[in-house]
């Protein structure tokens, strides 16, 4: 073998698959065939399942510090500001639940953050290589890349988006719609003279639902715009001429437009891999599931297949690997069913549809009733999301169980007196000793239902494995 797995496409779903792979010491090459590194927005919404995904990755510190927290959105109606919205309510961490709310950042700021996270593990990313046909047998895959070279590889991962080669050349169904009668325009564009510490929705009073939205994105000068268009712009001009009139018609000509980064209209296209998965080739990311820009779960989505499917090849043991499709095809058809009602609501005007709420933050995703999820009862239960929690250790050091959980392996916890493999767990009060950690305030005891002698083990993507 050239290498053990060769992904194809260097988008935040392929860089978090290759991350994964690395830090476990697996030969992985990563290649796109782009000639340069995408410059726009794109994703820019990361929830904060995705935040916990990354503190294990450990990129979350540079993400924080790159992007930016939920900003009020100032609605200007016929060039007067009316008032402000906030698309999420304000929620206050707690010990279970670190990263309440969603965090801003364009998409290409959290790619350069993954590749030089890959980087560390010496992976880098190989552009302008196509891959260009591929051929799989009992024992592995034979690649054919543009720049004329041949890769023998264990597995192939596509995880090159929604036009996906690699999902094409395999034959499976892209099942779905794509709705030619709703449009929207969207892009990134510099706008001087707007306050960049809000968001900002211009309309008209006499239709304060259609409009247009400028949302700003952190580390750069760009706002991200979008605007639904109506049944007569089905052909709408995307360049910045085009786009500062939408805008001077709503505005009344108060905010000048410049640097235009990138523009397009889209149409929904919400589709669903019949399968994501072919004998050794598996697809991710837009490459297995598509979904409205609504909800700001596409990308989301995207990460967390890399993330559940880079401990499983890493492992390769064949119940992992084959519970790979049915965790996450699962999934991402309950996210696209979310998705897509959300979009419903921008195109029926429904006025909370700039809200969100809990069901987009995907904290419940969960693998209940999965091949790797032995049947449970209570509140927490085989193949549910690990909480977070606060522990003291021996020193009285403040310690927290996603960093037990954080890196390649799974985490065994034992709760109370008893044989522990992993971590022992101490009632609160207790006095730690060694090893032994005591749980501050009871929240570990309380988020685990746990009872003496309770064992519990974490799978490395966070999830619960198995309660005893």
Do not use: C
Request: aromatic letters at 8%; a negative charge; glycine letters at 14%.
């Amino acid at each position: 073998m050239d290498t053990r797995v060769l992904i194809a496409g260097a988008g935040p779903t392929g860089l978090t698959l290759a991350i994964e792979l690395a830090r476990r010491d697996v030969a992985v090459r990563i290649i796109d065939k782009a000639e340069t590194y995408f410059v726009g927005s794109r994703g820019d919404g990361l929830q904060p399942r995705t935040l916990e995904i990354f503190e294990d990755l450990g990129v979350l510190d540079a993400v924080l510090a790159a992007g930016a927290a939920p900003v009020p959105m100032k609605i200007h109606l016929g060039g007067e500001v009316v008032g402000e919205r906030m698309m999420f309510d304000p929620v206050e961490p707690t010990p279970a639940k670190p990263y309440p709310t969603g965090w801003f950042l364009g998409q290409s700021q959290t790619e350069g953050i993954l590749r030089d996270r890959l980087a560390e593990f010496g992976v880098h990313v190989e552009l302008s290589t196509a891959l260009t046909g591929f051929e799989q047998d009992a024992d592995g895959v034979t690649a054919t890349l543009s720049t004329g070279e041949t890769v023998r590889a264990e597995y192939l991962a596509g995880a090159d988006g929604g036009k996906s080669f690699v999902r094409k050349t395999l034959g499976i169904a892209f099942q779905g719609s794509t709705d030619e009668s709703i449009r929207m325009l969207l892009g990134d564009v510099h706008a001087e003279g707007l306050d960049r510490a809000y968001g900002h929705w211009f309309a008209t009073p006499e239709d304060p639902m259609s409009g247009m939205m400028f949302s700003p994105l952190p580390g750069t000068p760009w706002f991200q715009f979008g605007a639904p268009l109506g049944d007569g712009e089905l052909d709408a001009e995307t360049a910045l001429p085009a786009v500062q009139a939408r805008l001077d018609a709503l505005s009344g000509g108060t905010v000048k437009l410049s640097d235009l980064a990138w523009s397009t209209v889209w149409r929904p296209n919400v589709r669903l891999a019949e399968r994501f998965r072919d004998g050794r080739v598996f697809l991710a990311g837009d490459a297995a599931h598509v979904h409205p820009p609504t909800g700001g779960q596409g990308l989301n989505t995207g990460v967390g297949d890399g993330y559940n499917l880079g401990w499983k090849l890493a492992d390769g043991a064949p119940e992992l690997i084959d519970s790979y499709e049915a965790e996450r095809r699962t999934n991402a058809a309950r996210v696209l069913g979310i998705s897509t009602e959300l979009m419903q609501k921008y195109v029926d005007g429904d006025e909370d549809a700039h809200r969100r709420g809990e069901d987009t933050q995907q904290l419940d995703i969960s693998y209940r009733g999965g091949p790797l999820s032995p049947a449970g009862t209570g509140a927490l239960r085989p193949g549910d999301r690990a909480p977070d929690a606060p522990l003291l250790d021996a020193n009285g050091k403040r310690v927290r169980l996603f960093e037990l959980f954080r890196g390649p392996h799974a985490t065994s916890l034992t709760f109370g007196d008893g044989p522990a493999e992993g971590y022992r767990i101490l009632p609160a009060g207790s006095v730690a000793t060694g090893a032994d950690l005591v749980d501050d305030g009871g929240h570990a005891y309380a988020a685990y239902e746990a009872e003496d002698g309770r064992q519990v083990l974490i799978r490395p993507d966070g999830y619960v494995w198995s309660i005893a």
